[in-house]
């Protein structure tokens, strides 16, 4: 599961109980792209990307697969998709340093994918998850130009405070003491009192295991600490004039729904609570999430094209 997690026993999922989540059927095929400290595991549909690229990246112990139940549906609407495994997570390896996983090195590998996905299918939109959109956020910032929009899902405005935060504070001297493995049993015994994690599917949960346990213990420290020391940046976001879509789900129990909401107003952006999920709407709520997709990116196009006749008219002299 993406942690550090929580559970609201009011919310009930939109997905089915016995759906695979993250074991979704897609034919997006294994890649690999170069990082800043070794190679980064990705996704890729493929395709031309007739209606857009998209680049995609996942929060603190998440991965690439975090977004799999989009993938097929995504790449049948016409957009070619990458998905990632930042560094040290999962199947992308990572360097035993806990301070090369800050976000601006961390972002430095996204603009990285992005140029070359540029290179291939054209500039993509961006989309964070979580930890995943504060990273984003910093390659926006980093460079404008290499993205057409961003998304930011279940992200927040500055570093994560609150119960999360407490878990994280608990689990940190279990990784000093017994590594990887250790917080991953510590865990596991926290998921046995939650009916929503009990009520996950067997493939799916051995799944969640294999990946927590190919972590990076450094990339766990490290990724930790950059969470939750993140400044505010929204006003600097705001300034690049990046197409900007907030979304999250009603009951999100990370950044809340009110600290998100105020981050799109402040930066002016489209915002959308997706009924039926928590802190994870592309597995949670794919439906809902993939129409919210759908229509924000065709927007993007739309406005791009209404900004390119405008130019056109003013070179030919039109008013």
């Not at 549909?45 to 209606?51: E, L, M, Q, W, Y």
């Not at 975090?66 to 199947?91: K, T």
């Not at 799916?204 to 490290?222: K, S």
């Amino acid at each position: 599961m993406v942690l550090p997690g929580g559970s609201d026993d009011r919310t009930t999922l939109s997905i089915a109980p016995d759906d695979l989540r993250q074991l979704a059927d897609h034919d997006a095929a294994a890649r690999t792209f170069a990082g800043g400290a070794g190679p980064l595991a990705g996704l890729d549909t493929g395709g031309d990307g007739a209606r857009g690229t998209v680049l995609m990246v996942a929060g603190y112990t998440g991965s690439k697969e975090d977004f799999a139940p989009l993938l097929a549906p995504l790449s049948a609407a016409g957009y070619r998709v990458v998905a990632i495994d930042q560094r040290g997570q999962f199947e992308s390896p990572g360097p035993d340093d806990p301070a090369r996983y800050s976000v601006t090195e961390l972002a430095e590998d996204l603009l990285a994918v992005a140029r070359v996905l540029a290179d291939e299918t054209g500039v993509p939109h961006l989309l964070g998850h979580s930890f995943g959109g504060l990273v984003a956020r910093a390659a926006v910032l980093a460079d404008p130009s290499a993205v057409r929009s961003l998304t930011l899902l279940g992200s927040g405005p500055s570093e994560l405070v609150g119960p999360r935060v407490a878990l994280l504070d608990h689990l940190g001297p279990l990784l000093d003491e017994g590594g990887v493995p250790l917080v991953h049993e510590t865990l596991e015994q926290l998921a046995m009192t939650d009916p929503k994690a009990q009520a996950v599917p067997a493939p799916t949960r051995a799944f969640y295991a294999r990946r927590f346990l190919a972590n990076n213990a450094a990339g766990l420290r490290g990724m930790a600490d950059a969470m939750t020391s993140e400044p505010d940046r929204v006003a600097e976001l705001a300034a690049t004039g990046v197409p900007v879509l907030v979304a999250h789900g009603v009951a999100d129990d990370a950044w809340t729904p009110a600290a998100q909401a105020d981050m799109a107003r402040r930066l002016g952006a489209r915002y959308a609570v997706i009924p039926g999920s928590i802190h994870s709407p592309a597995v949670e709520n794919p439906p809902e999430t993939l129409r919210l997709l759908l229509e924000f990116w065709a927007s993007v196009s739309v406005s791009a094209a209404d900004e390119d006749a405008d130019s056109d008219a003013t070179a030919a002299g039109r008013p």
